[in-house]
């Protein structure tokens, strides 16, 4: 049994990170300073005598003992990240220096959450772990792309100069139950959409593409690495399987039996044409591949958005 700090504990896949650490038996501590986070996610485990919840914002020291850290405080969707783009930066580089500062001093082995974002709009596809992306640095995404550069540079540089033993993931679209509904992400605002009858928003002509991974399975392959001796990473987690915007949207009306009609919106600035993870390493080094089918995945989505969503 481990002593685990999950950081964004409280998010959307922090919290079902929780989840498995506490069934496997490990003793979690869940710090978060819900921002993006619900404390709903997590209420369920606050009567485990092996969880315990911590309101902290990373980007101030603090001081726990622990054996491993899985680092996954930031706002990951763009609605939420570019609302306070300095705090944004701030917790991928001042937030990572004491996350790290921590891994140092208890000697914890640390995964950190990085993202596809820092391929940018990729000039290479699928995207491999050895391309470098093509990012605009001043951008309005930056403050998040360039903040998860910045990290990933942060934790080969703790590794090399002090011998933290790091993880590094680069997660690609994720989606599933506890996801805000109101997080601006194309699967959160599609399946809000369609129960509501609402127009399905799609931006440009709807041929940008995405790949889709549900969440088990992220966290599925999140663990792995963690607990395998041999890489450090970065690895690629996500599903090899491209859908465009359009066919997404196809999918969620037929899944929700809505009403909905796809209109079409100007493209945002800096938004990837296409998106899609080459599983590679993944698959190599950690026996990994997506299990759950996008059907499904979006079944068990939008029945728990059902809860929530007022036709």
């Known amino acids: 049994m481990s002593t685990v700090l999950v950081t964004g ?10 989840d498995r650490l506490i ?7 869940c710090l978060d300073n819900f921002f993006t986070g619900n404390k709903k996610n997590i209420e369920h485990l606050l009567g485990n005598n092996r969880f315990e919840l911590v309101r902290h914002d990373i980007v101030h020291p603090f001081y726990l ?11 990951a969707s763009p609605e939420a990240y570019q609302y306070n783009p300095i705090k944004t930066i701030k917790t991928s580089t001042v937030g990572m220096v004491n996350v790290m500062g921590l891994a140092k001093r208890c000697g914890a082995r640390i995964l950190h959450a990085s993202t596809s974002e820092v391929y940018g709009d990729p000039l290479v596809h699928p995207q491999t772990e050895d391309y470098w992306g093509h990012v605009n640095p001043i951008g309005p995404r930056s403050c998040y792309d360039e903040g998860k550069r910045i990290a990933e540079s942060l934790m080969m540089n703790y ?33 809000t959409q369609a129960i509501r009858n609402e127009d399905i928003t799609v931006y440009g002509e709807g041929t940008q593409t995405r790949s889709f991974c549900y969440c088990s399975d992220l966290i599925e392959g999140m663990l792995r690495l963690m607990d395998q001796d041999d890489h450090t990473g970065p690895v690629n987690i996500g599903n ?5 915007m359009l066919e997404l949207a196809e999918a969620v009306i037929a899944a929700v039996g809505s009403k909905s009609k796809v209109v079409h919106m100007p493209l945002p600035k800096d938004d990837p044409q ?17 299990q759950v089918a996008l059907q499904d995945g979006l079944k068990q989505t939008i029945d728990w958005y059902r809860k929530l969503i007022t036709p």
């Open 9 to 18: 504990g409280a998010g959307f896949l922090g919290s079902h990170l929780c």
């Open 23 to 29: 069934e496997r038996g490990d003793e979690v501590i």
């Open 240 to 244: 090899p399987v491209e859908n465009t």
């Open 65 to 75: 003992e622990v054996d491993r850290i899985f680092n996954l405080a930031c706002p």
């Open 159 to 191: 590794h090399e100069a002090h011998g933290v033993a790091i993880r590094i993931i680069r997660i690609f679209n994720t989606y599933g139950p506890r996801m805000d509904p109101n997080d601006g992400r194309v699967i959160s605002n599609f399946i």
């Open 274 to 290: 296409r998106r899609c993870p080459d599983i590679t390493l993944a698959r190599k080094w950690l026996n990994w591949e997506p």
